[in-house]
């Protein structure tokens, strides 16, 4: 079983930044295809982002790329999401989540086996 465990979220002004992390637990996280995703108030949730096992690929939804950026250090067994010029309609509950099949449907909930319980950003006006 792995265990995943966002931080990094918080209250932030329009134009601000903040940097999540999800730190995981296991010895297989190398092996992992590794992604964000996001979910508002009233709506689905939604993907953000998602990062190849060995840190070479990195995939963005249209909303986010060029503002966050998402990395991995596979020593630390960790991930991150750097979110830069954010935006109130970034408000939303961060979930981190781990595909051990680096499957190519990264931007679907279903293709992911582990979640980690999110972290809420919110951004102020």
């Known amino acids: 079983q792995v265990q995943l465990v966002e931080s990094g979220g918080g209250l932030v002004q329009a134009g601000g930044s903040l940097r999540l992390s999800c730190a995981t637990s296991?010895?297989?996280?190398?092996?992992?295809?590794m992604g964000w995703f996001r979910q508002a108030p009233g709506k689905d949730r939604k993907f953000v982002a998602a990062i190849s096992s060995n840190g070479g690929e990195s995939y963005y939804a249209d909303s986010v790329r060029g503002r966050f950026t998402i990395s991995r250090d596979n020593a630390k067994n960790t991930m991150y999401l750097q979110m830069n010029s954010l935006e109130p309609e970034d408000t939303a509950t961060y979930y981190c989540a781990a595909d051990r099949h680096n499957g190519n449907y990264f931007r679907l909930e279903s293709q992911y086996d582990y979640w980690g319980q999110g972290t809420q950003v919110t951004v102020s006006s």
């Open positions: 296991g010895r297989t996280f190398e092996n992992y295809l």
